[in-house]
């Protein structure tokens, strides 16, 4: 079992009592561990004691991180920025496949792929020259499942296994706190379709460990009454965690869905908050 693993079952077993603000023993025991050695992990993998991430946890701060929350144009308007402009451009460049790069189908393509240990189990990371266009855990799937799903979208393309030029992606995802000034963005590319793009450029604009609602989504791309079309885009997100879907969940402060599901999106959540707040 690995350290993401025990601490997904532990952010059930508190999610499931958080009413109860289950004690530190409480939940070592329940992982068979003792309380110093899960303070310790705990605290290696999140950054913060049990106690606080319980916190994190609540449904109440989800609601008052929510009413806090500025509409998405709002805050562009409010940095000088038009709408179309992206807050954290300086982090996370997107840009999209082009309608003859679509049409290619990867020709003359070489993408590079990679699997690493995350803070979140196991990912898979695919790299164009442009950028990372894919991002994906594997829950269990072999390898070749992600690589079917990347030759769908890029079939003539040379897939070559890269775990150096992967790394350098978990090193800047992971490998401490995000520098926002830094000076060379993470670059992404990526195909969909452009109300698809649309949404993912707007979460580009949502800070690290704040939220904000689908229909704050619809609204910033013109469409107020596509919450639902949002949801769907979120779904079909191709780059977990840098196109930040797990930032946006249900106007009434409850997580809401996640394509790698409900317990990791907590866990990215909170795992985010631990760090930038």
């Not at 996370?92 to 049409?103: C, D, N, Q, R």
């Not at 296994?161 to 706190?177: D, K, Y």
């Not at 949002?230 to 879907?245: R, T």
Request: some cysteine.
């Amino acid at each position: 079992m690995t350290d993401y693993d025990r601490i997904a079952d532990a952010i059930d077993f508190i999610r499931s009592r958080v009413d109860s603000q289950p004690t530190l023993k409480e939940i070592a025991d329940h992982l068979h561990l003792s309380p110093f050695y899960f303070q310790r992990l705990f605290c290696r993998w999140a950054g913060v004691t049990p106690k606080r991430f319980l916190q994190v946890l609540t449904l109440e701060r989800a609601k008052q991180l929510l009413a806090e929350a500025k509409p998405l144009l709002e805050v562009s308007d409010s940095l000088g920025l038009s709408s179309g402009s992206r807050l954290y451009d300086h982090f996370v460049h997107l840009e999209a496949v082009t309608p003859g790069e679509y049409k290619a189908r990867g020709a003359g393509l070489t993408i590079g792929y990679g699997v690493h240990d995350t803070p979140f189990g196991e990912a898979f990371i695919a790299v164009t020259p442009k950028g990372v266009c894919n991002f994906s855990f594997l829950d269990g799937a072999a390898v070749e499942y992600r690589l079917a799903d990347l030759l769908k979208m890029w079939p003539c393309a040379e897939v070559l296994e890269s775990q150096q030029q992967t790394l350098a992606v978990i090193h800047a995802m992971f490998g401490g706190q995000i520098e926002l000034n830094r000076q060379v963005p993470i670059s992404l590319h990526v195909s969909g379709t452009n109300f698809q793009v649309s949404v993912w450029k707007a979460l580009l604009q949502i800070a690290p460990a704040t939220v904000t609602s689908y229909s704050h989504v619809a609204t910033a791309i013109g469409h107020p009454n596509s919450a639902r079309a949002v949801g769907q885009a979120l779904g079909a997100n191709p780059v977990a965690i840098l196109i930040p879907c797990h930032r946006v969940i249900q106007q009434s402060g409850k997580l809401g869905g996640y394509h790698w599901g409900e317990t990791r999106k907590q866990a990215i959540h909170a795992w985010e908050s631990a760090r930038y707040e």
